[in-house]
């Protein structure tokens, strides 16, 4: 089994070439998405986050309280505080998830990340990609997703890694630059690219 890392700037278009890796088989394990679940169900995340950030950071049912939690940690610049929580959650559970998926016949396994490379390249992972896109282009997809403003888009970038310097430590880097067809297309044939080039880890 291959494990890969797909990571990118906001809008740039990871998500859509998971989508596609997902749609020839792959499984995508989306880090966001795997964090919020550890905040809701992980005891150890629970615990650190009230120590951490107060009580309030939870709702009387058990449910995060993301309002306060927003506030707490980026409003007040705390974010590192959350990520220090957090990512080590996320990096323990994917470990986990990797043995588990090993045991299937999966032949990539891929965690796509947006701080994927924040601390150097992960020990865990075979392949690391990394998704390019001209920044007019980023700027515009992020606002018809989000309904939100250039200044909104451009304040959360600056706060992303330079993708363009992690170049040297990704197995493979794509363009999205075209249409969204021919971004599919590109997804599609580095899929089974990277399947041929780890062909002995399958």
């Given at each position: ?16 070439l998971?989508?596609?890796?997902e ?25 650190q986050?009230?120590?951490v950030?107060?009580?309030k950071?939870?709702?009387k049912d ?6 306060y ?17 957090v990512h ?19 032949k ?15 020990e865990?992972?075979d ?5 390019l896109?001209?920044?007019k282009?980023q700027?515009?997809r ?13 304040g959360r ?7 363009e310097?992690?170049k040297?430590?990704a197995?493979?880097t794509i ?5 969204l ?8 044939e580095l899929?089974?690219?990277?399947l ?7």
């Amino acid at each position: 089994m291959i494990v890969a890392g797909v990571t990118g700037g906001i809008g740039s278009g990871k998500s859509t070439l998971c989508k596609v890796w997902e749609s020839l088989g792959a499984k995508v394990i989306y880090a966001d998405n795997l964090a919020k679940k550890l905040m809701v169900e992980d005891e150890a995340v629970i615990r650190q986050l009230k120590q951490v950030f107060g009580e309030k950071t939870y709702h009387k049912d058990g449910s995060l309280n993301k309002e306060y939690l927003i506030q707490e940690a980026f409003q007040k610049e705390r974010v590192e505080e959350l990520n220090r929580i957090v990512h080590p959650a996320v990096t323990r559970k994917f470990r986990e998830i990797i043995e588990e998926t090993a045991q299937t016949d999966t032949k990539i396994l891929v965690k796509e990340a947006a701080l994927l490379l924040n601390s150097g390249r992960p020990e865990d992972l075979d392949v690391v990609v990394i998704v390019l896109a001209p920044e007019k282009d980023q700027i515009e997809r992020v606002k018809e997703r989000d309904s939100v403003s250039d200044v909104d888009v451009i304040g959360r970038m600056n706060k992303q890694p330079d993708f363009e310097s992690l170049k040297s430590i990704a197995d493979y880097t794509i363009e999205n630059s075209g249409t969204l067809k021919e971004f599919k297309q590109k997804s599609e044939e580095l899929f089974y690219r990277v399947l041929e080039d780890y062909r002995d880890a399958v």
